[in-house]
């Protein structure tokens, strides 16, 4: 008889041990890459943040135009100008739609931001995620997402992000690197493969698509 095999499992992760600050602090490390900025800007670090933690801008190419004394049409590129996306967190237990409503309510509809993120370490209910939308919608907030605890961890777990999760809780789930001899037996067996694959010598000549392992952009640009 064959014995069990154990597997190894981790428990939840424990966003209550962070401070309020530090919880930010995550959610801005979580989105370095999740566009492609112009900037970020932790405004919730000076007190008097107008209800947002993060303030960022989302690369654009914004082009205007005007015309100059002959009546003559100047195009003006603004580089530094982009998407504005408002980014909240808030480490609490338990966030219902009444509570999301108050805390959309400090996006001016008048001049709402193209994009908005609220992170709680909360768990939401179909009827949060519903509200959530109708609200951004009326307010003319063109893209937004709603990331709860079941997001967060999702996120943390994710390879890119392992150094984020050890930074925060201690956890790695990383396994432990190859030795340099392992390293340098794995690149020659992928040599000789690819030689058997599309020949060596006078018929290396094939054209081929190579792909890296560890894109996690593929099939995406």
Known sequence: MTKPK???????????????????DLIRELIYDYKDWQSIEATGRSGSDAGFDVRAY?????????ENENNEEVVEIHPMEG????????????????KIKTIISDINAKNPPYGYILAASANFSKASYDVFREELRKKGVMEFYLWGKAELEDMLHFPKNDRILFTFFGISLVSKRRTRATEIRSTISVKYKLYRTVGEGYRFHQSILVRDLKDINYPYE
């Not at 597997?7 to 919880?23: A, K, N, V």
């Not at 690369?59 to 005007?66: L, R, W």
């Not at 998407?83 to 009444?98: A, D, F, S, T, V």
């Open 6 to 24: 154990v597997t190894r499992t981790h428990g939840p992760i424990h966003f209550e041990d962070l401070d309020p600050h530090r919880f930010e």
């Open 83 to 98: 998407n504005l996306w408002m980014i909240q967190g808030k480490r609490e237990k338990e966030i219902g739609p009444k």
């Open 58 to 66: 989302e690369k654009t190419e914004i082009i205007s135009s005007a």
